[in-house]
T-cell receptor, first 113, second 114 residues
Framework: GAGVSQTPSNKVTEKGKYVELRCDPI?????LYWYRQSLGQGPEFLIY????????DSGLPNDRFFAVRPEGSVSTLKIQRTERGDSAVYLC???????????FGAGTRLSVL | RKEVEQDPGPFNVPEGATVAFNCTYS??????FFWYRQDCRKEPKLLMS???SGNEDGRFTAQLNRASQYISLLIRDSKLSDSATYLC???????????????FGKGTKLSVKP
């Protein structure tokens, strides 16, 4: 079946701009996670949704980052006033529930110039 | 700060070699342990879960030592296709029975040469 889908695959933006990154989880998966992976590092947790609600947003680095999942399926990660340090691969993962294996999407590579 | 530490490598080995990766984690509350594989510019993919009793999947063997907070991965008879970065992963202890969020090491790069 279809895996986790992320769009766009690449996003180039200018410092100070607003960006939205989209994640379409595996159908029926209630848990959705966002991670950020910088070059040479492992993925770092950002936020976890169980259904429509953010169960844990402790990984969001500051208030420029925000994520929503209004219908409990697709999620959007929103970054305001982008900075060069935001450049990274943003990975989305989903699992059947909060207790199950997480499956990752291919990521969105964000470059802030 | 909850951390997972790995030797970044790279490990350069010939085909057929046996190679071992080690990892330590700081959060004693972690309940779930994994090895993920990540190919260049691709997403991480689950290689295997790690259990206290140790587990084996073909050429891959994983071990967990909770007392020492230490995880290992052994790859026997290395293939060219094993070349990748291997990420040691633990959950953060979770809450309310959930798996919790994953904490990744920086990864160990393996290069298998002909």
């Amino acid at each position: 079946g279809a895996g986790v889908s992320q769009t766009p695959s690449n996003k180039v933006t200018e410092k100070g701009k607003y960006v939205e990154l989209r994640c379409d989880p595996i159908s029926g998966h209630t848990a959705l996670y966002w991670y950020r992976q910088s070059l040479g590092q492992g993925p770092e947790f950002l936020i976890y949704f169980q259904g429509t609600g953010a169960a844990d947003d402790s990984g969001l680095p500051n208030d420029r980052f925000f994520a929503v999942r209004p219908e409990g399926s697709v999620s959007t990660l929103k970054i305001q006033r982008t900075e060069r340090g935001d450049s990274a691969v943003y990975l989305c993962a989903s699992s059947r529930s909060g207790k199950d294996i997480q499956y990752f999407g291919a990521g969105t590579r964000l470059s802030v110039l | 700060r909850k951390e997972v530490e790995q030797d970044p490598g790279p490990f350069n080995v010939p085909e057929g070699a046996t190679v071992a990766f080690n990892c330590t984690y700081s959060n004693s509350a972690s309940q779930s342990f994994f090895w993920y594989r990540q190919d260049c510019r691709k997403e991480p993919k689950l290689l295997m879960s790690v259990y206290s009793s140790g587990n084996e999947d073909g050429r891959f063997t994983a071990q967990l030592n909770r007392a020492s907070q230490y995880i290992s991965l052994l790859i026997r008879d290395s293939k060219l296709s094993d070349s990748a970065t291997y990420l040691c992963v633990v959950n953060d202890g979770g809450y309310g029975g959930s798996q919790g969020n994953l904490i990744f090491g920086k990864g160990t790069k393996l290069s298998v040469k002909p």
